[in-house]
């Protein structure tokens, strides 16, 4: 079975449920549901691939505080193998407001370091031992892409809601050999994807939420997938680490590409069900049913 690095990204968030997201002029909302709970795109990715029975391991950064205690327990209670270094500056900290559309204002209430002391010795016996690395665009991951370059095992990143040349996704664009990306803020995402795969990469996959999913492989071929339309919208927060998780899942096992976004899709759907990071029942049996329920 092969073996996936993940690499960055775990915070504490609180999720604040509202009927639409606040206009600009001064206000008092005096009730809306939330709930408080592990958060960021490493924890969503290895919390999906540990239920998709993908061996994994997380290494991301924490505070040494009460945050970063309920992270660490969180992820020990999911069987997510969890490594980490302690961040001086606390645990990352988000308030998503989430509208019932799935519009969503994250607010940044403390942020992680960029550049911190990190156990590279731990982290580099991970790479050794890996198949494959996700590396996710956390501040503090650059800094290890000297490393992951030494050992030359596939990489794969996510862009999220990428705009056009910002020069922050720089490094981790040229790092990687396949690219997910969110179409929010490029609606002309085809050339962009175009542009990648001609710089030598083996896969792009742009998701656009209730509009399906695309992916161009090194090959040329484009490949489009459509949503599940049977999922009943509750919570989108999650849904594009889940999407991820189900194509990497379908994708280690050597499926084809236009059976990976299905998995994908399916993931991202079922996450969308449910107020947590990931959705509960979610295991590979399972996915492998939803799969034969809607493509077979």
């Not at 396949?178 to 994807?193: A, G």
């Not at 509960?280 to 493509?295: H, I, M, P, T, V």
Request: proline share 3%.
């Amino acid at each position: 079975m092969k073996k996936v690095l993940v690499i960055g990204g775990t915070t504490f968030d609180s999720i604040v449920y509202l009927d639409k997201l606040p206009s600009p002029e001064p206000q008092t909302i005096h009730y809306a549901p939330f709930n408080e709970t592990i958060g960021s795109t490493g924890a969503g990715k290895a919390l999906n691939l540990t239920k998709l029975g993908v061996e994994n391991t997380l290494h991301s950064i924490i505070g040494k505080d009460i945050f970063g205690e309920k992270i660490v327990k969180n992820l020990e209670d999911a069987g997510v193998t969890f490594i980490y270094d302690i961040d001086p500056n606390g645990t990352e900290r988000h308030i998503n407001l989430m509208d019932e559309n799935g519009g969503r204002i994250s607010i940044f209430i403390t942020q992680s370091s960029s550049e911190l002391e990190l156990n590279m010795d731990k982290i580099e016996k991970e790479i050794k031992e890996c198949d494959l690395i996700v590396l996710n665009i956390i501040g503090y991951t650059k800094q290890l892409i000297p490393l992951i370059k030494k050992y030359k095992k596939p990489v794969w990143t996510d862009l999220h809601d990428y705009n056009v040349g910002n020069p922050y996704h720089e490094d981790f664009i040229e790092m990687a050999d396949s690219i997910f990306v969110s179409s929010d803020n490029m609606k002309d995402y085809r050339p962009t994807m175009e542009k990648w795969i001609e710089q030598g990469k083996e896969l792009v996959v742009c998701t656009h939420g209730k509009e399906g999913s695309t992916a161009l492989t090194k090959e040329g071929q484009w490949i489009e997938t459509s949503i599940i339309k049977d999922y009943k919208f509750k919570d989108a927060n999650g849904a594009g680490d889940s999407f991820f998780s189900g194509f990497l899942s379908y994708y280690l096992k050597g499926k084809p590409i236009d059976e990976c976004l299905k998995a994908g899709t399916i993931c991202a759907g079922l996450c969308i069900t449910s107020n947590e990071l990931v959705f509960e029942g979610l295991s590979e049996e399972f996915l492998n049913r939803e799969f034969e329920k809607y493509y077979m």
